[in-house]
Structure formats: C-alpha cells, structure tokens
T-cell receptor, first 114, second 112 residues
Framework: DQQVKQNSPSLSVQEGRISILNCDYT??????FLWYKKYPAEGPTFLIS?????DKNEDGRFTVFLNKSAKHLSLHIVPSQPGDSAVYFC?????????????FGGGTRVLVKP | DAMVIQNPRYQVTQFGKPVTLSCSQT?????MYWYQQKSSQAPKLLFH???????NEADTPDNFQSRRPNTSFCFLDIRSPGLGDAAMYLC???????????FGPGTRLLVL
C-alpha cells in the first residue's frame, strides 16, 4: 500500500527551464510534506517543506505547492541548474503519527542538461 | 561540521552471518532513525529511538534489532541476513519528533 507516490521516475529538463516534480498521497491524515534531494553516494538532504495549512511555500528557486483536495503536491525548480541533477523524494507525515514517521515516495530522477 | 556519520559505507556479509551497521551524530539530536531503502524504492522506516525509548515499526522483521548506547551512537543489528536484506541502510536524526530529519550517507549492504 503505497501512501505516497511519485509517478514520474525520471525527468529531463534544459538548463534555465522549469522543473516540475509531482507527488500524490492517499492518507488524509498527512499534514506536513517535505522534499528531499539525493545525490549518488550521499544521504537525502532536506530541501523544502510545507504544512497543510498552507498551499504554497517558496525558498529561492524552489517552490512547493499543495492541493489538499486533490491530495497532490508539486515542487517547482526555476531556473533549473545542472547542479540540480539528483533524485528528489517527496515525503509526508502526520502530527498524530508516533515519532515523526516519514512516508516517502519512490523518487524522481532529474537530469538538467546544460 | 555537525553531521550524521555512517560506517562502513559498504558492507559485505554472508547469508546468515550477523552484521552490525553503525551510525553516529554530532548534532546532539534526541531522535535517531533507521531506514531501509531497496533499489529504486522509497526509504522505509524500520524503527527509531527517542532518547532511550525504542519504537519499532509494526512491519519490521524480528531479524532487525537496534541499540542506542548513548545520544551519539545508534547501531542496526541484522541477526541472520537473508538475500532480501541487501539494501541501502540510512540513518537519520532529528532534534524532536516534529523537526526536520537529517540523513547520513547510508551503508550499502550486500549479502552473499
């Protein structure tokens, strides 16, 4: 039972263009969402998050949008840079869940071409 | 730099031979987590410690155990590794239970 899904396993985008990564979830108890970025041979690095009381959070080139009614969130990277090439994981948690348990999606591999 | 360290980065073990993976942190965080990530899959939480309190996920096999002798260190013990336990094992920490989790680089386990 996959509660968090990233349906696009990979994405290729030209440098300078927008990258849009999508994530869907099924558990209506999730109230906090995060994006992590992972380079090869490194652990995931926290990128940006959003609480369910908001529908948008922006941090520099990264913006996360949340559509609660659709149980969908997306990460926009603009402009995309070659250093953004990595695997991006969407994660969700519920404040009611014990111990800050994160449920991860399967990841989207992004390749930014120079 | 404050960080989460995992040793070794690569571990090879034999089928059925106990193996221990190590995680240490210099962040002084209260919570430490162990995740298993199989190839092309999402990381899956095995268990976590809040200080000395151990919290096991319901679907974590009994074959997996953990120890946290002090704030800085946490160990993952696999008592009898099977071929299906080959995976990347990620350690993470957070200050509290609603705080951002910081991950180590992972240990890739190979079972022969």
């Amino acid at each position: 039972d996959q509660q968090v899904k990233q349906n696009s396993p990979s994405l290729s985008v030209q440098e300078g263009r927008i990258s849009i990564l999508n994530c869907d979830y099924t558990n209506s108890m999730f109230d906090y969402f995060l994006w992590y970025k992972k380079y090869p041979a490194e652990g995931p690095t926290f990128l940006i998050s959003i609480s369910s009381i908001k529908d948008k959070n922006e941090d520099g080139r990264f913006t996360v949008f949340l559509n609660k009614s659709a149980k969908h969130l997306s990460l926009h990277i603009v402009p995309s840079q070659p250093g953004d090439s990595a695997v991006y994981f969407c994660a969700a948690r519920s404040i009611k869940a014990a111990g800050n348990k994160l449920t991860f999606g399967g990841g989207t591999r992004v390749l930014v071409k120079p | 730099d404050a960080m989460v360290i995992q040793n070794p980065r690569y571990q090879v073990t034999q089928f059925g031979k106990p193996v221990t993976l190590s995680c240490s942190q210099t962040l002084n965080h209260n919570v430490m987590y162990w995740y298993q990530q199989k190839s092309s899959q999402a990381p899956k939480l095995l268990f976590h410690y809040y200080d000395k309190d151990f919290n096991n996920e319901a679907d974590t096999p009994d074959n997996f155990q953990s120890r946290r002798p002090n704030t800085s260190f946490c160990f993952l013990d696999i008592r009898s590794p099977g071929l299906g336990d080959a995976a990347m094992y990620l350690c993470a920490t957070s200050r509290g239970t609603q705080e951002t989790q910081y991950f180590g680089p992972g240990t890739r386990l190979l079972v022969l």
